[in-house]
C-alpha cells in the first residue's frame, strides 16, 4: 500500500467523523489554578521587563555610534542610524506579542 493511498484513506476516515467529536479536541487556552498561573505571569513580566531593559541599552548604544561617528568614523555613524529601525521593530515586536498569538491562536 502506497503511502499516497493510505494519506488519502486516513483523510476519507477524518471527514466522516461528526463535527461534534472534532470540537472536544481543540478546547480553548486557560492558565493552569494556582501557583503556577501566578509564576508564569511572574516570569513573563520578567522577560518583557529585560526584553525593553534590552531595548533601552540597544537605542543608549545607537546614539553613542552617532555622536562617536560624527566625525572621521562614518560608518559608524551610519550603523547607529541604521540600527535605530530595528530597535523600534523589536519594541513593537516585545510589547505587542501577546496581541499577535492571540489573533493567531483565537477560534473566532
Known sequence: ???????????DLLAQQPADVLDGLDPA???????????????????KW??????????????IMMAIGRRNRNNMAIEGAISIPWIIGGIALILGSASLVSFFVSSQ
Not at 502506497?2 to 486516513?10: C, P, R, V, Y
Not at 493552569?32 to 498561573?37: Q, S
Open 29 to 47: 487556552p486557560s492558565a493552569p489554578p494556582g501557583p503556577l498561573k501566578r509564576g508564569a505571569e511572574t516570569l513573563l513580566s520578567w522577560i
Open 1 to 11: 500500500m502506497s503511502t499516497l493511498h493510505l494519506f488519502a484513506q486516513t483523510l
Open 50 to 63: 529585560g526584553g525593553l531593559f534590552g531595548a533601552v541599552l540597544a537605542g543608549v548604544a545607537a546614539g
